[in-house]
């Protein structure tokens, strides 16, 4: 097992600490820029969807 997270980790992490999309580390078009980008927008768009509720 690596010690590393993965890169769709990292951007799950990245959204929680309200860190853009655009700081995404990996080389555009890159598998690991797809990956963190999915995680990112996992956690941006249950942020989204919680914050909606409240209105």
């Known amino acids: 097992m690596s010690a ?3 890169p769709f ?4 992490r990245a959204a929680r ?5 655009e700081a995404n580390p990996y080389h555009d078009g890159s ?3 797809a990956l ?3 995680g990112h927008e ?3 768009t ?3 969807a919680s914050e909606s509720e409240g209105t």
């Open 46 to 48: 249950a942020i989204e």
């Open 42 to 44: 996992r956690i941006a």
């Open 4 to 6: 590393d997270p993965d």
């Open 36 to 38: 963190w980008a999915a």
């Open 17 to 21: 600490q309200n860190i853009p999309a």
């Open 31 to 33: 598998e690991e820029y």
């Open 9 to 12: 980790t990292l951007g799950e």
